[in-house]
């Protein structure tokens, strides 16, 4: 790894907090999930995601209402009704009209560019929300890791605090410590035992949450596979930014929106423009104590657009329109100072990461050892032992906090971005080795 020391380095030192987590039994008891597959459930079941893909039907029902030939009804008319002449007797008219009015500005084909740009929206939205989620998935797989990795430190706590309040136990019964070690040694187990409880009740909550993001039953939420990550190289921020303007899914979608909007102005405009009415009517004219008429007229009408040419509707799509470019025009102008911000939040998450792998873990393990060690021969009192194990849990949740800083801030760049920024060989994981330390 470039600047970060090989990589057998850091499986070993990032072993050594690994030894400090052994596996509770109700963790042990449950199937591992990888990451590859949480993200392929959550692709075809994350609640977001099903209903995006819902809307698509929007663009697809517009469509096929669009491609009809002709878009309004066919009208009749019958009129009938006697006719009455005065001494010569009675008859009666009858008038019969068929009027259908024809679009001749266009109007069909802007309704299906419209639908197939209400189309292209959705599905863009369907990908922007995809990415949403396949974020928000691979995040909380990573947060449930370090609960479960705290979960199983506080097992091993309560499994050091367990072996140090027998020690004084015994040291007591042969006059070597006061009973107040041995009180303060059984004060350390029972908060290791709370810590426990509470450890369990996060890595529920994380689980639950994972399970949430990706659609997964809540019932047999799934327990994450693997182990603490590897921080990875990110690259410089120019390549970042590029990323970012060039392929943001939501910036896509944004664009899609203005396109849309833009078809609709056009429909709008067009819309304005009168219909031609072509039509055909059949007369009868009653003619008491004579012969009847019968006319059959072809005629063509136009109305004359001269109150209101679909005003409202123009006005509204064109304010439409503008509210959409603001948007996408919005987004352009901060996505390269949010891209920055985040990138130089993962830099120094990620360097808080390499501190304490390379300067505090290696000792870890070790640490633990001499201090019960020396707890056993009598070399540390009960009150040493107790402040120096609380600092070295101390340490140990740092370096948690650093881990769980590090997977947030990655990914919040890679909501900046709209991409991944880091590659993760646990996409593809199947196994306890794939991604880092598992």
């Known amino acids: 790894m470039n600047g970060f020391g090989s990589r057998r380095a850091w499986l070993g030192a990032s072993w050594m907090l690994w030894c400090w987590s052994l596996v509770a039994p109700a963790v042990a008891a449950q199937e591992r999930v990888s990451l590859a597959q949480v993200l392929e459930h959550a692709d075809a079941n994350a609640p977001d995601l099903v209903v995006a893909r819902a809307r698509v039907e929007e663009g697809l029902a517009a469509r096929r209402g669009a491609e009809r030939l002709l878009s309004d009804p066919l009208s009749l008319e019958v009129g009938a009704g006697p006719r009455i002449a005065e001494g010569t007797g009675e008859d009666f008219d009858l008038l019969v009209s068929l009027t259908q009015p024809i679009e001749v500005a266009g109007e069909r084909g802007a309704r299906l560019d419209v639908s197939d740009r209400l189309r292209e929206r959705r599905e863009s939205e369907v ?35 367990a072996r140090l309040a027998e020690i004084a136990r015994r040291r007591f019964e042969a006059g070597d410590i006061p009973e107040l070690d041995v009180a303060l040694a059984t004060a350390e187990l029972a908060s290791a035992e709370q810590e426990i409880v509470r450890a369990r009740g996060i890595l529920r909550e994380a689980v639950l949450s994972l399970a949430e993001a990706s659609g997964w039953p809540a019932r047999s939420a799934p327990m994450p596979l693997g182990g603490l990550d590897e921080p990875g190289e990110i690259g410089d921020d120019a390549t970042l930014v590029a990323r970012a303007q060039e392929g943001h899914p939501i910036l896509r979608a944004l664009e899609a929106a203005v396109a849309e909007q833009s078809a609709r102005v056009r429909l709008a405009d067009v819309e304005a423009f009168p ?24 005629f063509a009408g136009v109305a004359i657009p001269v109150w209101d040419a679909n005003g409202t509707e123009r006005a509204a799509t064109r304010a439409a329109l503008s509210i959409a470019e603001v948007e996408r025009d919005a987004l352009r102008g901060v996505i ?60 140990q949740a740092n370096a948690l906090d650093a881990f769980g800083d590090y997977h947030r801030a990655l990914a919040e760049l890679e909501a900046q971005v709209g991409t991944e920024v880091v590659a993760d060989a646990a996409h593809d994981a199947g196994s306890e080795t794939a991604g880092g330390v598992r």
């Open 127 to 161: 990908e922007a929300i995809r990415w949403e989620v396949h974020r928000e998935v691979h995040l909380q797989f990573h947060v449930a890791i370090e609960a479960r990795v705290r979960g199983e430190a506080a097992e091993r706590r309560r499994a050091l605090a």
């Open 336 to 395: 390269e100072a949010r891209v920055l911000r985040a990138a130089a939040i993962l830099r120094a998450a990620r360097e808080r990461v390499i501190i304490f792998v390379r300067d505090v873990l290696p000792g870890f393990e070790r640490s633990i050892e001499l201090l019960t060690q020396g707890f056993d021969l009598g070399e540390l009192d009960a009150l040493e032992v107790a402040g120096a194990s609380r600092r070295l849990l101390e340490v």
């Open 275 to 298: 219909t031609l009415d072509l039509g055909v009517s059949f007369a009868r004219e009653g003619s008491a104590g004579s012969p009847a008429n019968y006319i059959g007229l072809l």
